[in-house]
């Protein structure tokens, strides 16, 4: 199998919003994250999503509005011969106490199912405490970037020791092919 890396999706990939990303519209990339997508892509790495999608169980847009966010994302990504591999979405409402949204690490055990691998050492790209969370109960590597929530989370500090920091995924990504 080759390389993996997990990202959020939120935050990381697209623009994230406290009124949540409701839209074909509100789907916007972050400056220079495809292109990392596409670096990875092309250096044989496998790309997984695992996102929290509550905006679904909460009623705020449908599983076919998730689907053709999922789509312009791998549309875009395809005009750079690259893709994401994998999505792994948690459409419950956070009542729902499932086993898929983060910080549990339900989304993550299904990675590891799809790709049949052990997650122990995979780079996992978050913006907020529960992706690193998730990412730690599976022994995966949590990375945090400041794009999104990450200077919020950030300012919090807590869970923080020994998890690396980037500006952006992109950044993260110069730094895991540079470390290849």
Partial sequence: MSKLVILDRD?????????????????????????????LSQAGFSIAVAT???????????????????????????????????IAACLHHPDADCECRKPKAGLFKQIAKHFSCDLTGVPAVGDSLRDLQAAQVVKAQPIL??????????????????????????SVVNDLLLNL
């Fill in 145 to 170: 970037v400041r794009t999104g929530k990450g200077e919020r989370t950030l300012a919090k500090r807590e869970g923080l020791d020994n998890i690396p920091v980037f500006a952006n995924l992109q």
């Fill in 52 to 86: 929290n999608q509550s905006g679904v169980g909460r009623g705020y847009y449908s599983e076919q509005t998730l689907q053709q966010m999922h789509d312009k994302m791998q549309d875009l990504l395809a005009t750079m011969n690259a893709r994401v591999d994998y």
């Fill in 11 to 39: 935050g990381v990939i697209n623009e994230d919003s406290d009124q949540y990303i409701r839209s074909l519209e509100d789907w916007v990339p972050i400056d220079g994250s495809l292109e990392a997508i596409a670096q």
